[in-house]
């Protein structure tokens, strides 16, 4: 059922995707809607994914933005907590890192990204950033691996919910393997559909 409601609904994401990189989230933003029950939060990895489709009977928002970094999240979130969500499910951080960001700097905006969240009674899902494929980004694979046990490790100390897709998409030698993948950054179908698998225990 996944399989078939991906395709379904690729062209028209794409299409939402390229209309709203030109907008900042602020103004693409409507509280006046029932608030969500579960908000996707992240780049353009999370932009890309047919949320609404794979979970139908759940209010779900996309609020994936291509180029999107962890400032970025910070700059927009009195917007972003306005819309009232209940769950959040984060991943960020690759594009700090391949823009030239410390592992250190990354994973201390992530964690005020955390704490802004909270502070506004919002369940958060930490969500790990996914590594890249080697070929195409070399070290950062390395600086994604430090950055996750760094986050791990905050979620583990503050009882927050801790979600890794890696170990199902990557290998120690390659990252993101290229099953997974069209360009070594970005994810293909079998990622979302078992990223999908994967939510189902938190949603």
């Not at 409507?30 to 990895?45: H, K, N, T, W, Y």
């Not at 907590?81 to 250190?104: C, H, Q, S, Y």
Request: charged content about 20%; aromatic content about 10%.
């Amino acid at each position: 059922m996944l399989a078939k409601s991906f395709y379904a609904c690729l062209f028209s994401v794409c299409l939402l995707g390229f209309s709203t990189m030109t907008q900042p989230v602020s103004a693409q933003l409507r509280p006046e809607l029932a608030p969500p029950e579960v908000m996707m939060l992240g780049d353009s990895i999370t932009e890309a994914g047919p949320w609404k489709t794979l979970f139908p009977k759940t209010r779900i928002l996309n609020r994936g933005v291509p180029g999107y970094t962890t400032d970025h999240l910070l700059r927009e979130m009195k917007a972003t907590v306005a819309l009232r969500p209940a769950k959040v499910f984060l991943m960020i951080g690759i594009n700090d890192l391949l823009r030239g960001a410390t592992v250190e700097y990354t994973f201390r905006q992530y964690t005020l990204i955390v704490d802004e969240l909270q502070k506004n009674k919002v369940t958060v899902v930490m969500q790990a950033t996914l590594e890249c494929s080697r070929p195409q980004c070399g070290s950062a694979v390395d600086n994604v691996r430090s950055l996750n046990q760094k986050l791990q490790a905050f979620a583990v100390t503050r009882n927050i919910l801790w979600l890794d897709l890696n170990p199902g998409l990557t290998n120690d030698a390659q990252g993101l393997l290229p099953k997974y993948t069209w360009d070594g950054l970005h994810l293909s179908k079998p990622a979302y559909l078992y990223w999908a698998e994967r939510l189902k225990g938190f949603i």
